[in-house]
């Protein structure tokens, strides 16, 4: 007898019809069907199949129902394998958005990443109460530039930024940055929660983890950790829609200037 463990994609759920029509008639290809039972984890279904065709192409068909919204849906695993031969599986991937169910990469300089983690969202005005300066110091922040976006190159693969560093707020592992031109990537799809603009300038924070030693320079990462912040010109700042978010920009970068993090 086969197992053919099929994990559910998160916030979707299994159509009972179909499953019950799997289980029924003379030549039912599976003989029962159990959910979430201690051969797999939450969220699995657990086929019983009679036979298996190691030369002809067999086929299993039910629809998946969608029931939660969920930020970035990640890839889930089936795994076919005998009953009393568990040790002998072969696994395989699948996503309704993707033929084969492969894991995001981005692969900036023939360095690759994972890049299956929620996207960075850039702070609008709405977000009144933002703390930056903890977030500045929490740990695992490597740095806190001023930065201004020169050039935006945004392909179906990978979205790749050139950007002027204007000023250190918090220096990182990336030394001497200061006047010089960098490169920040991320995965396309995470291109309008970031909405990076050419010719403007930002308050980017980021992670140690989302740093990429590439041969010749450094490499950013935007993931999920990285804050992103509109910084508005001295001509915007002396408009009220811009002015708490100035004045605090303003007070939170100078006292992390001037006094650093608290040990």
Known sequence: MSILDITLLTGFIADE????KLTS???RPIQKIEMDKQLSDKGSLILYLNKVSHKLSDRVVFRIHKMNRVGLLQPAAITLYEYYSMENRCTKFYHPEKKDGALNRICPEDVCRCAEENCSHQKKQKDVDLDRVNTACEAGMDYVYKAKVVRADLTPTIDRF???VEDVIKEG??????????IFVAHPYCRKPIDLEEGKTYLIMGKSDDLIKGEERMLYMLGEGTWIEYWPSEEECQQTHFRKTCLGISEDTEELLNYGCPN
Not at 17 to 20: P, S
């Open 17 to 20: 019809e179909d499953l019950k």
């Open 25 to 27: 008639g003379k030549d």
């Open 162 to 164: 050139i950007i002027l």
């Open 173 to 182: 592992t990336d030394t001497k940055v200061k006047g010089k031109e960098c």
